[in-house]
């Protein structure tokens, strides 16, 4: 069994950082993609960003394009999620996922990844 754990969260104010860490644990896998997703009370879990390990290509949200950066370590199945200049709207429960079998959907979509973590709470203060 694969277990992911997000570290990093808490609460900062506006135009604050904070690092987001994710390991992998349990059963041996190789991840095809990493990704961070996200969930604020009363909304949908959405896309924050993603990094394919093959060419180390990343994915960004539009609303944290600029400010948020995926990288990480394919080996140890390990992603990072740098946030830079934190505003109020990005409060929310944020979400490691690991990609193991390869499909044929886009990083952006919650159905491609087979493993997910139990979230790390973010809030940003005005």
């Known amino acids: 069994q694969v277990q992911l754990v997000e570290s990093g969260g808490g609460l900062v104010q506006t135009g604050d950082s904070l690092r987001l860490s994710c390991e992998a644990s349990?059963?041996?896998?190789?991840?095809?993609?990493m990704g961070w997703f996200r969930q604020a009370p009363g909304k949908e879990r959405e896309f924050v960003g993603a990094?394919?390990?093959?060419?180390?290509?990343?994915y960004y949200a539009d609303s944290v394009k600029g400010r948020f950066t995926c990288s990480g370590d394919s080996a140890k199945n390990t992603v990072y999620l740098q946030m830079n200049s934190l505003k109020p709207e990005d409060t929310a429960v944020y979400y490691c996922a690991a990609v193991e079998r390869p499909g044929f959907l886009g990083p952006t979509n919650t159905l491609l990844y087979d493993y997910w973590g139990q979230g790390t709470q973010v809030t940003v203060s005005s």
């Open positions: 349990g059963r041996a896998f190789r991840s095809i993609v």
């Open positions: 990094i394919r390990w093959s060419g180390r290509t990343t």
